[in-house]
């Protein structure tokens, strides 16, 4: 593999030139890495079997794990989708250009490699204009798992995709930190009613709105119908362990604890009181307001796992809105390193 070639574009006129060299790259069967409103994704052609596969291969994922084809316009549905039951097309119209992902009954076009040998695809229509053009320029939908080697937190800026895929892909698009920070929301609308595979930016009460009622699923449910969703997803390499909002006594305690067995222990916080605590550069105090919280939430993971600490020991947040995506992530990063420690 060639040096990643890496480029920075404006949001609000993407250079033509670049977008054309990074669609020409899709079109060879390469790599490209591009922005999105939730994370960075890495980009290769739909339809093209060898250049999924490379995409597997430069992230190190497992193979039955599916990924996600982006589309610019209803139009490339055809390709894509074989049906779209009424409740999905309701949410398209909703929702995309967003950050919601359906999952579909696929054509014979879609490569088995795309969706881990199963019978559906998921599609989402990114909303950023870095993402669209590519896609656009591209003219077909293009694969967008995260892109980050696999089990590390999302990339939420081009160079957290530089510092896991430099000389593993072709080319990186930069347009700086993303809005959102935490991946789109999977339903299934195969199924009545509609199941949330993975919560994410677009919330449960807000698909209610639109189709009624969904539901969240289970354990089971995932294990069969999105095994990606139970992967060793968004786990930095300490130990994480989830405090209550506000408990100050008990985070208190487990600093002390960790400590005295010689482990070097960060925080994560946001609470009034609990930015109280202490201070340094392993106590980090993010911004309350659950959007701001999402954006910079695994950007933190990556810094404090740079500094090599043991122990992660991190405030829960209120499970409403984007908080029941954050608290997902949250729990999928404690129980993801529960051996480590
Ligand atoms: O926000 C996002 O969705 C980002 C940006 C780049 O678009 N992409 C992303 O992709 O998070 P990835 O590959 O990291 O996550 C894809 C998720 C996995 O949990 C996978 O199991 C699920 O989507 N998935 C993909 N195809 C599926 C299918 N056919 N059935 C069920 N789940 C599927
Ligand atoms: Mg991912």
């Not at 250079?15 to 290769?44: K, N």
């Not at 291969?57 to 390709?79: C, F, M, Y």
């Not at 105090?285 to 043991?310: C, K, N, S």
Request: hydrophobic share 40%; proline share 7%; with cysteine.
């Amino acid at each position: 593999m060639p040096d990643t070639k890496f480029v920075t574009l404006s949001l609000e006129r993407p250079d033509p030139s670049l977008i054309a060299d990074a669609a020409a790259i899709l079109r060879a069967g390469g790599l490209v890495a591009f922005p999105t409103e939730t994370v960075y994704g890495l980009g290769a052609d739909a339809l093209n079997e060898e250049a999924v596969k490379k995409v597997f291969a430069a992230k190190g994922r497992p193979q039955e794990n599916p990924l996600i084809v982006h589309i610019a316009d209803r139009s490339q549905l055809i390709d894509l989708a074989d049906d779209i039951p009424e409740k999905g097309q309701k949410l398209g119209r909703e929702f995309w250009p967003g950050p919601l992902t359906l999952v579909v009954k696929k054509t014979f076009l879609v490569p088995a490699a795309v969706t881990g040998g199963m019978e559906t695809v998921a599609i989402r229509m990114p909303d950023h204009p870095v993402a669209l053009a590519l896609i656009e320029e591209f003219n077909g939908g293009i694969v967008g798992p995260s892109a980050n080697l696999s089990g590390k937190p999302s990339p939420t800026t081009a160079l957290h995709v530089m510092d896991d895929l430099n000389g593993r892909i072709d080319m990186v698009l930069n347009s700086g930190p993303v809005e959102i920070g935490i991946e789109s929301t999977v339903v299934d609308v195969t199924v009545e009613p509609p199941v949330i595979l993975r919560p994410g930016g677009i919330h449960k009460e807000s698909l209610e709105d639109i189709i009624g009622p969904v539901v969240i699923a289970s354990q089971g449910e995932l294990l069969r119908r999105s095994p990606g969703t139970l992967h060793r997803h968004y786990a930095p390499r300490a130990k994480v362990i989830l405090v209550p909002e506000g408990d100050t006594g008990l985070l208190s305690r487990l600093l002390g604890e960790y400590r005295q067995q010689g482990k070097s222990v960060a925080c994560i916080v946001h609470s009034r009181e609990m930015a109280r605590v202490e201070s340094g550069s392993s106590f980090k105090v993010l911004p309350a307001p659950i959007d701001f919280y999402a954006r910079y939430l695994f950007r933190t993971f990556r810094e404090l796992d740079q500094t090599g600490i043991d122990v992660l020991l991190v405030e829960e947040v209120e499970e409403s809105g984007l908080g029941v995506a954050v608290m997902d992530r949250l729990r999928k990063a404690s129980e993801g390193t529960n051996e480590k420690t």
